[in-house]
């Protein structure tokens, strides 16, 4: 059985910075491309990031271009994104989810999903 668990959120002040971090089980994680996904309050369910399953390429969402980075040690079985200069839009549910075989944007090509970890962000 397939599990994800992400940690790494809370609360806290614009400009601040966070790192989260997934860890999963039951899969062979270094076949699977890794994605982060978040769901605003009242909004659907967007892409955040991604790394191929090598972890040399990488993929980001305009909005946190140059704010993000996405990283994996295949040796741990765990994803991480460090956010830089948060802001209160970046508030939302952060997911990871695993891929076999696409690398990408779509949420519909991502088939593990964790339950997710809350960031809130005050100004």
């Known amino acids: 059985q397939v599990h994800m668990v992400e940690s790494g959120g809370g609360t806290v002040q614009a400009g601040d910075s966070l790192t989260l971090s997934c860890v999963s089980s039951?899969?062979?994680?270094?076949?699977?491309?890794m994605g982060w996904f978040r769901q605003p309050p009242g909004k659907e369910r967007e892409f955040v990031a991604a790394?191929?399953?090598?972890?040399?390429?990488?993929l980001y969402n305009p909005f946190v271009e140059g704010r993000a980075s996405i990283s994996r040690d295949n040796t741990k079985s765990t994803v991480w994104l460090r956010m830089n200069n948060l802001q209160p839009d970046d508030t939302a549910v952060y997911y990871c989810?695993?891929?076999?075989?696409?690398?990408?944007?779509?949420?519909?090509?991502?088939?593990?999903w964790g339950q997710g970890t809350q960031v809130t962000v005050s100004s």
């Open positions: 790394v191929e399953w090598s972890g040399f390429n990488t």
């Open positions: 039951g899969l062979a994680f270094h076949n699977y491309a």
């Open positions: 989810a695993a891929s076999r075989g696409h690398f990408g944007s779509n949420v519909r090509e991502y088939y593990y």
